[in-house]
């Protein structure tokens, strides 16, 4: 696996591949590798010639207070992770050779991200819409495979790219979750193991949501009501929003139709976990 | 010269191109062609193996009360102008193909379109941003070619490429000027025989300020006060804005150094003109 740290490194490495009409896929991470990045790479492989990864922990994306400083960071271990899974070239830039100045541009889905966890992070999307452009603009990828887990970065990547007409396919892969449900996420790593226990209350919360739905229920506030109820319960647990949203506009559903998105996000002590589940009504 | 209104069509022709190893530098227009446009042609052809031209009346970038309506529209004497100039492919799209459904996407860039055109055209940048992303994704164009008569346009299009590094460099080529000195632009159609002649009042208010300059003085806001009492004395022109800017952040200067960008608004008549000067202190 070739580890390339310049942006004019990865464009003369496409430039070869491109005369050889080979694909890239690219997966996007912020590092600290894990199955849920790994099953990424695997559909990645399904899609192109190649699969690229980058990992850089964003600091746009961040707000302040957040955990941009120790945000997990292991190279090595990442590169291993990778390497072993196939990934031809990763990525790895320093701050400065994405942000040698501060952005002039910002980029911005004001509607896609005004709610969910738009609400609570301010700034995070424009980060993410910033920093998804600039690594696709450097990498040129045929494809670039994003995560189900975070949905709402999904579906304003998604949008940009339909909107700036950007030379790329977006897919979303699945969520990849640990054997009691628990969504895989880099995050995951903060918690200690009350906490690790408590944190399956988020798809306790969306299974028990997608049941009431499967048993007839379409009211958009008794669904959001059981995802509360269920977060409720459990004392370690402290709900930041429970949704019932369109799963491409993420507008709030007051009764369901054909397809839902039910999304939460909680904190666990004091680590922030998100999760979501599309269901389709029968 | 190929005709084409679609974007696959662009696409495929690029990608026809790129394996040919042949290169392409595009001249977005809103047509109207003139010989401003055609010198931009020429300089576009010494940067690559094949020009392309756009021509779209991008109704995002026009506010409320402004001429998106009225803006001249003739393809047939667009497209034999261009084609005569030696450009190997034009696309002109209509408007539901580059805007299928309203952009949720907004590219903005907030310090360098808060003052000169920005503050009394809101909105008129974003527009101006979202479609040249637009455009050099589709065409994906070595090199875009842009004229300096439209000043702010060009710095927020060269910032906008550097902070998404979208892969293509950008070339600013001089204003072309009547005999008289009256800079090209599309607009000047709408002048009636007595506001023509009057037009001429911002180029000669923009070498009177440049002669200031020449003589000694380096106070911005005396430099500002030539440009504003020359056009003045035209009873035909009514002043938007006189400026004295640097010419790379378009930040007003109290004291002008190597470098100081002028720059003018009026309304002769019903029609708006601008007009800029770059001056090298001696």
């Not at 190649?50 to 590169?79: C, I, K, M, S």
């Not at 009691?180 to 009350?194: C, V």
């Not at 319960?233 to 019932?244: F, T």
Request: proline content about 6%; glycine content about 6%.
């Amino acid at each position: 696996m070739l580890l390339l740290t310049t942006i004019t490194g990865v464009r003369a490495r496409r430039r070869d591949l491109r005369l050889q009409g080979r694909t890239v896929a690219l997966v996007p991470t912020m590092g600290a590798i894990h199955e849920g990045h790994l099953c990424l790479v695997d559909r990645a492989r399904e899609l192109a010639d190649e699969v690229w990864a980058t990992v850089f922990v964003n600091p746009t994306q961040f707000g302040p207070g957040e955990d941009f400083a120790h945000y997990p960071r292991d190279l090595e271990h990442d590169r291993a992770l990778l390497a072993g899974r196939g990934v031809a070239l990763l990525f790895a830039p320093s701050d400065k050779e994405i942000y040698p100045r501060p952005s002039a541009t910002v980029v911005d889905l004001p509607e896609l991200t005004a709610g969910l966890c738009g609400t609570f992070r301010p700034g995070h999307f424009r980060g993410v819409a910033l920093v998804v452009t600039k690594l696709l603009s450097i990498a040129q990828p045929e494809w670039a495979v994003f995560g189900a887990k975070d949905w709402q970065q999904a579906a304003v990547i998604r949008r940009l790219v339909e909107d700036l007409n950007l030379p790329v396919r977006i897919e979303v892969a699945p969520t990849v979750r640990e054997a009691d449900g628990l969504a895989m996420s880099s995050r995951n790593a903060y918690l200690d193991p009350d906490e690790r226990r408590a944190a399956t209350v988020l798809i306790r919360a969306l299974r028990a949501a997608e049941t009431a739905i499967t048993s007839g229920e379409r009211d958009g506030e008794a669904i959001r009501r059981v995802l509360t109820e269920v977060v409720a319960s459990e004392p370690r647990a402290q709900l930041q929003y429970a949704a019932v949203v369109d799963p491409d506009t993420l507008q709030e559903l007051a009764r369901i139709g054909r397809l839902a998105l039910l999304a939460l996000a909680a904190h666990v002590g004091a680590t922030r976990l998100i999760d979501n589940l599309l269901v389709e009504v029968p």
